[in-house]
């Protein structure tokens, strides 16, 4: 029998890898924060994927994180800031040896899971798969993308990715995870802090061409100092390219202001600036922009980490 899959977040990512790893036969299981939680997804009938204009209904099992059926394989697809607390929710519950699947932005939340659980392995991925919820418990799959897996710690690939392959979830193992990681990183750090003070969508941002070499220079002089090479490389193109592929799209960032969300800036920006202090880097354009989305975020009655 398969492992069943324990996806901690009903998100945008967490519904698309569960409805899809549900449609090719795994056994899926989600945790849902309270009973509250809980009684709205049981109102739904389950989780609904929309693709190609087609709505799907799967109607998982759901569950508490007190509930006592053993953890082997967890997929922590919630926000970064929650990351630890939601893992720690269920810590009680995971199997010796079991697998724990990072599926966050930025850096940080990965390392703090994986050093407060030794004993279990903690996978990270990047995720470039484009989805959002349209409501509670439906997910639109917007856009095809890639997901790249990886452990800092062990190079050798599980043997499940076969079962991700399966259910249609684009997918390739690396030995570098923390250089794509570190990309994405700095991607996020140009883009999605300047849609939200500019209040634009990202094609919008062609016209702050100056600032955002200005951000490219200083990012991959972090990046570089981190032994980051990899990430570093053609970096400015690389967010230009973005840009322009996806220009009529608002960015996460600009869409968890717009929706009165937390950000993840702590684990974007806010690290980027760290990781500069902490090797004596001078980067004035991201420590002025990084004060500047803090007092944007403060004005609009949000949390600033």
């Known amino acids: 029998m398969n492992t069943p899959w324990h996806i901690l977040g009903a998100g945008s990512l967490g519904c698309l890898w569960a409805t899809r790893l549900s449609r090719a036969g795994l056994p899926v299981r989600i945790i849902l924060r309270n009973q509250q939680r809980l009684a709205d997804y ?12 087609q709505a799907s209904l799967f109607p998982l099992t759901a569950e508490l994180p007190a509930t006592d ?11 970064a800031y929650d990351a630890e607390t939601a893992v720690a929710e269920v810590s009680a519950r995971l199997q010796p040896g079991a697998e724990i699947l990072l599926l966050q932005n930025g850096l940080g939340s990965q390392q703090a899971v994986a050093a407060r659980w030794p004993s279990c392995r903690s996978i990270f991925i990047s995720s470039t798969e484009g989805a959002y919820r349209r409501k509670d418990f439906e997910v639109l799959h917007a856009g095809q993308g890639q997901n790249w897996l990886g452990d800092p710690l062990d190079h050798n690939p599980p043997p499940w990715l076969a079962e991700l392959a399966a259910a249609g979830i ?16 700095a991607l996020n750090c140009a883009i999605n802090p300047l849609t939200v003070l500019h209040d634009c969508r990202n094609g919008e941002l062609l016209a702050h061409r100056e600032q955002l070499h200005l951000l490219c220079v200083e990012l991959s002089l972090i990046l570089n100092a981190c032994n980051q090479a990899e990430a570093a490389d053609e970096l400015e193109a690389e967010v230009l390219r973005v840009i322009t592929a996806t220009a009529s799209n608002y960015s996460s960032m600009h869409q968890d202001v717009h929706n009165g969300r937390r950000t993840e800036i702590s684990f974007l920006l806010g690290h980027a600036c760290r990781t500069a202090q902490q090797y004596g880097l001078k980067v004035s354009e991201l420590n002025a922009l990084f004060k500047r989305l803090q007092a944007f975020l403060v004005q609009h009655g949000l949390p600033q980490d």
């Open 42 to 53: 049981r109102d739904a009938g389950g989780l609904r994927l929309i693709e190609a204009e």
């Open 69 to 79: 059926t053993p953890i082997r394989r967890l997929l922590v697809a919630c926000k």
């Open 170 to 185: 684009p997918c390739d193992w690396t030995d570098n995870i923390e250089a794509r990681l570190w990309r994405k990183l």
